[in-house]
């Protein structure tokens, strides 16, 4: 079976530039997570989605940051305009009800540099 | 409310040696612990889990045990091998909170040399 599915892997961007970054979860997974990875935060949690609904979005930065997911199987990041600070590693990680406490499927990252 | 609380690293040893890697946890409910593994290049993997008190994860020779009274989940294995090089995050679920809405520590790097 295929994992999450995460694009880009890598995305080397300007200052005020426009970023997407994408995602397919694990299909029959209800729950999608995007995560941020920075050495000096570790892992945050920006947002997640039930159902395609988004629940909590507290963890998410600033105004500059949206997540959708228009349908069970796709999902977006996006950061505008960008700023060198976002400089990360994003993870989306999808999760099913009937699995185990706990357990996310991360997907490989999206490793963004903001120049 | 809710967090968790890994040793630093970075973690150096040689094959064969044993590895601790200390975790303790504040948490508001009655959380379920998990251990996740990163390894380089990759995303984090589920390693093992315990979802009650004295409950002990085991996998691919690594153990954690759930200790409610010291509130740790302290990862051990007797053995490392050079392919245990990868980043150790210790994590917990509030059960009161949504499935899946994890707490991480910090990350510990481990680094195995022949």
């Known amino acids: 079976d295929a994992g999450v599915i995460q694009s880009p892997r890598h995305e080397v961007t300007e200052m005020g530039q426009e970023v997407t970054l994408r995602c397919k979860p694990i299909?029959?997974?209800?729950?999608l997570f995007w995560y941020r990875q920075t050495m000096m935060r570790g892992l945050e949690l920006l947002i997640y989605?039930?159902?395609?609904?988004?629940?909590?979005d507290s963890g998410m930065p600033e105004d500059r940051f949206s997540a959708k997911m228009p349908n069970a199987s796709f999902s977006t990041l996006k950061i505008q305009p960008s700023e060198p600070r976002d400089s990360a590693v994003y993870f989306c990680?999808?999760?099913?009800?009937?699995?185990?406490?706990?357990?996310?499927?991360f997907g490989e990252g999206s490793r963004l540099t903001v120049l | 409310g809710n967090s968790v609380t890994q040793m630093e690293g970075p973690v150096t040893l040689s094959e064969e040696a044993f590895l601790t890697i200390n975790c303790t946890y504040t948490?508001?409910?009655?959380?379920?612990l998990f251990w996740y593994v990163q390894y380089p290049g990759e995303g984090l993997q589920l390693l093992l889990k315990?979802?009650?008190?004295?409950d002990k994860g085991s996998n691919k020779g690594f153990e954690a045990t759930y200790r409610k009274e010291t509130t740790s989940f302290h990862l051990e294995k007797g053995s490392v091998q050079v392919s245990d090089s990868a980043v150790y995050f210790c994590?917990?679920?509030?059960?009161?909170?949504?499935?899946?809405?994890?707490?991480f520590g910090r990350g510990t790097q481990l680094t195995v040399w022949p």
């Open positions: 990680a999808s999760t099913e009800r009937g699995q185990g406490a706990g357990e996310l499927f």
């Open positions: 299909s029959g997974h209800d729950y």
């Open positions: 989605f039930n159902n395609n609904v988004p629940i909590d």
């Open positions: 948490a508001t409910g009655y959380p379920s």
């Open positions: 315990a979802t009650k008190a004295d």
């Open positions: 994590a917990l679920e509030d059960r009161g909170s949504t499935l899946g809405r994890l707490y």
